[in-house]
């Protein structure tokens, strides 16, 4: 299943409490998949005992936790990266999720991959095309089209595999 959340602590953390003792392993910030995307010009929420998105980062764990207790594997992916490589970047004015305009645009990228989209999603809804964005990932990785991003034991983010994007 894919996640669109971090599945895991940074390395030597056992938690995102300040008043925890747990320390990151590294000095650097976030995790080695976090700091990887960043090198690709890809921004991401860090994921470290200042993140903004604590809750989040939780409950996905708790949810990997949950799948992996099924036998389901858990996939972390990201879907603004998935965008960025399956598309190319876009210019800010055509992808602004928060207009109809860049939510139509972008609804007709995925459309070009995913069929009956447009019957999904009439009216564009962004975190919608996120999560089809997410499981289009998932499929990808089904049929080896993916790279995986940082280290296993934090958690690695499976993007598209470079070499057969669009970009
Ligand atoms: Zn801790």
Redesign the pocket.
Known sequence: MAVDAPLGFPLG???L?ES???KPASPLTGRACERELARLGIASFWTTKRSIIKPMVYAAIHLRAGLEARSIPALEVYPYASKVLLFGRMSKSTVKKSTPEGLAHLTRRVATLVTGLRHATPNGNHDALDAVLATYTGVLHLRGQTETLGDLVEGEITIPRRATTKA
């Open positions: 953390q056992c938690c409490e925890c003792a747990c």
